[in-house]
């Protein structure tokens, strides 16, 4: 499956409905005077983020989103129901551009973001608004505002603080499920993930956004498996986790291969990876772990073992995440203070 990132949508708002011409008509009251309602509203065409959404992939099938117009006006001064509105749900770090794909309109980048893409039209007056002292029996409505029509680029970037990478099948979609509200599809074979998954982490009260990467295998820069088109999105990752599979019978020679792709894309890529994690860790006798650790020690490489199975150093890993969110996030300010006192 393709990895959807772009999209084209043509919205438009329903137009408020006519005002209603209509006198009262009561026993006994001859001329009863002006009672037309106003027409309703027409439906506005809102966008909004929803946090279980990854791609736009919903937009490539259906592209055409109107809202309902108002209804008329009647009589009694009964104003026409309000059309319908519309409600598109995006992932979190969809922007939205004018139709030259140069002007954004919108950067869509928080939890339960909302945002007006066309307002509906305003209702017609009824006649009973257009009655004055001069005129006791005004014949005359408004017709409804006219809706909005645009064509718009949804266009989504991952927007991530975490990226978790690594070999395909060493259980990084699963290490996202374990940690986050996202429902990533798992399986017992490479290529699971064909689109990175995205995940909100709530943990001491610090929130940070997860994304699981598709597996990187060697060639990936070449276009080899599907994790080429993702080294892009990986890019926007502040922080990256290795996975590693403990159980995986070449740990170096994998876990060198997914440095030497990120590297081969983008040196600096591999400075952001802060954590390794091993995974499965319930698949081995503390024996065989001490081994694997020692491995890596040997190489100046610390190892945080996890099993997402038992969530064995699931807590510990959440810690050590929530610690290196904070310093980045206390680094950035402190960049920010420093440019101020510069003279
Ligand atoms: N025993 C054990 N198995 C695990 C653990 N974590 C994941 N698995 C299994 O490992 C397999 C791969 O898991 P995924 O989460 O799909 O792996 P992935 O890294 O996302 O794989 P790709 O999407 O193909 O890159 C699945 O069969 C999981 O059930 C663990 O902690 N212990
Ligand atoms: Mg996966």
Redesign the pocket.
């Known amino acids: 499956m393709q990895f959807i990132d772009l999209a084209i949508i043509h919205i438009r708002s329903g137009s408020g409905g006519a005002g209603c011409v209509s006198f009262r008509k009561e026993k006994y009251i001859e001329f009863g005077g002006p009672d037309g309602g106003d027409g309703g509203r027409g439906g506005d065409v809102i966008i909004r983020t929803a946090e279980n959404l990854n791609t736009l992939i919903d937009f490539k099938y259906k592209q055409h989103y109107f809202a309902k117009n108002g209804s008329q006006g009647m009589g009694k001064n009964k104003t026409g129901a309000k059309g319908l509105d519309i409600i598109l749900t995006v992932p979190i770090g969809t922007e939205v551009l004018l139709e030259n794909k140069q002007t954004l309109l919108i950067d869509l980048n928080k939890v339960n973001q909302e945002f007006l893409l066309a307002g509906g039209g305003n209702g017609g007056w009824g006649n009973q608004k257009f009655k004055s002292s001069t005129n006791r029996a005004p014949r005359k409505a408004n017709p409804g505002e006219k809706g909005v029509e645009l064509t718009l680029w949804l266009r989504l970037k991952l927007l991530a603080d975490v990226g978790l990478i690594?070999m395909?099948?060493?259980?990084?979609?699963?290490?996202l499920a374990k940690i986050t509200n996202a429902k990533?599809?798992?399986?017992?074979?490479?290529?699971?993930?064909t689109n990175p998954n995205l995940g909100l982490v709530l943990h001491n009260q610090v929130d940070f956004v997860v994304a699981?990467i598709?597996?990187l295998i060697e060639g990936a820069n070449e276009g080899k498996g599907v994790g080429i088109q993702f080294l892009g999105h990986i890019e926007r990752c502040k922080t990256l986790v290795h996975?590693i599979d403990s159980t995986s019978k070449d740990l170096l020679g994998g876990y060198e291969s997914t440095l030497n792709e990120l590297g081969k894309y983008k040196e600096t890529l591999t400075l952001k990876v802060e954590l390794v994690i091993l995974?499965?860790?319930?698949?081995l006798s503390k024996k065989e772990l001490k081994k694997i650790i020692m491995l890596f020690k040997k190489m100046e490489i610390n190892v945080l073992p996890?099993?997402?199975?038992?969530k064995y150093g699931i807590e510990d890993f959440l810690n050590k995440l929530v610690k290196i969110i904070e310093t980045e996030k206390s680094e950035n300010k402190l960049v920010k203070v420093g440019k101020k006192w510069a003279p």
């Open positions: 690594g395909p099948n060493v259980g990084k979609s699963s290490l990533p599809k798992i399986g017992d074979f490479p290529f699971t993930t699981d598709p597996g996975v995974n499965k860790v319930d698949l996890i099993s997402t199975y038992s």
